[in-house]
């Protein structure tokens, strides 16, 4: 079983720039297909961004889309979200999350990741 434990979050102002990181214990991500998702209080979880096993393969949700960037040190165990021109709408709890895959298939939907991050809080100011 893996854990993830998210960190990076804060309070920005819009135009700026954040970087998440997920790091994971218990095992190596090179498993793992990983997403970034985000969830406003009492909205459903949102898909952000998505990176294969290998990290050759990305999507991105179209409202992130050119200026978020997945990435992933497998050496590391580390996933990152480099999050540029931020929005005051992009403000939300940000998610790590994992699913055993190491096929090229990305996967939008948050039920089908297993495993799961604490969250962190990301606010941007106008």
């Known amino acids: 079983q893996v854990q993830l434990v998210e960190s990076g979050g804060g309070l920005v102002q819009a135009g700026g720039s954040l970087r998440l990181s997920c790091a994971a214990s218990?095992?190596?991500?090179?498993?793992?297909?990983m997403g970034w998702f985000r969830e406003a209080a009492g909205q459903k979880r949102e898909f952000v961004a998505a990176i294969n096993w290998i990290g050759v393969i990305r999507e991105y949700a179209d409202s992130v889309k050119g200026r978020f960037t997945i990435s992933r040190d497998n050496d590391e165990n580390t996933v990152y979200l480099q999050m540029n021109s931020l929005k005051p709408e992009d403000t939300d709890v940000y998610y790590c999350a994992a699913r055993v895959d190491r096929t090229a298939r990305l996967d939008r939907r948050a039920n089908e990741y297993a495993y799961w991050g604490q969250g962190t809080q990301v606010t941007v100011s106008s």
């Open positions: 218990g095992r190596t991500l090179n498993s793992y297909t």
